[in-house]
């Protein structure tokens, strides 16, 4: 990517409603050449766009972070990345739109991860519940860090509105 991309991206970043034309005004290109690029990023998979609601107002008050290990049984599925056995994780997944991300990784002594909104604990607890029907076979160590987000100790709301200046290179 070009420094201009990464300007470009910046800006949308802080508001993905801004019109090319201010977008040219702000870097200082013309508005064509804004848009070339904007085209350009959206093609090659650099931007896609979703608002961030605001999760509280649409009735979401937990974001949990679960954490688990699988036991002797299901790391030989998931090593052989058996194609039923990612089958029936993606089914599994997309009974439940509020989870939100889902991965391998490592950390803690677990290596899954996956986040996911909730309505109230209640509805933590059915979602748990029903993992531990579908996937306690598999399950060696299962462990959550829930975060209210109704809490006033949120010192920082989830947003990608900074983050360019984060990767924005030298």
Do not use: C
């Not at 649409?58 to 039923?84: C, H, P, Q, V, Y």
């Not at 089914?91 to 991965?103: E, G, M, Q, T, W």
């Not at 109704?150 to 010192?155: A, F, K």
């Amino acid at each position: 990517m070009k420094n201009l991309d990464y300007e470009i991206l910046f800006q949308l970043m802080k508001n993905s409603k801004i019109s090319d034309r201010k977008v040219a005004k702000k870097i200082g290109v013309s508005q064509p050449t804004i848009t070339r690029r904007r085209t350009m990023l959206e093609r090659e998979g650099y931007i896609s766009y979703s608002g961030i609601p605001n999760l509280i107002k649409m009735g979401l008050t937990i974001m949990a972070f679960n954490f688990l290990s699988w036991n002797a049984d299901g790391e030989k599925l998931s090593a052989t990345r058996s194609k039923d056995f990612l089958a029936k994780v993606a089914s599994f997944l997309k009974k439940y739109p509020n989870v939100i991300f889902a991965s391998t990784g490592s950390g803690m002594g677990m290596g899954r991860v996956s986040i996911s909104l909730h309505k109230n604990y209640a509805d933590h607890i059915t979602f748990i519940r029903s993992l531990q029907t579908e996937w306690g076979r598999y399950i060696s160590k299962r462990d959550v860090f829930l975060v209210s987000l109704e809490s006033d100790n949120v010192v920082k709301n989830l947003s990608f509105e900074n983050i360019m200046e984060y990767i924005r290179p030298a």
